[in-house]
């Protein structure tokens, strides 16, 4: 079984933790909680579909997949954000 990198709940809980230190990027997710939400799960069926055994988040090769996908969906400025994110989990 490959090792989660990310779930949803992980990911919001980094945007509300980042308030404070980047209030621009919190404001961000927020506006687009819903889509990168949605976002995320097609990630999840698909990394499913693909043969990874876990449905409970995302592997980091999967995690690439969805930075990719929300950048398809909602442009460059949400790229930041979770860039931020994949340098803080690598920590």
Known sequence: V?????????????????KGLAPESHRMFCQF???LESTFEDTIQLQSDMGTKTTKGLTLQWF???VQKALTRLGLQIVS??????TYKKK
């Open 2 to 18: 490959e090792r989660i990198f990310l779930r949803f709940p992980d990911l919001r809980k980094f945007a509300e933790d980042a």
């Open 64 to 66: 690439q997949v969805f």
């Open 81 to 86: 954000l979770l860039m931020a994110l994949l």
């Open 33 to 35: 909680e819903g889509i």
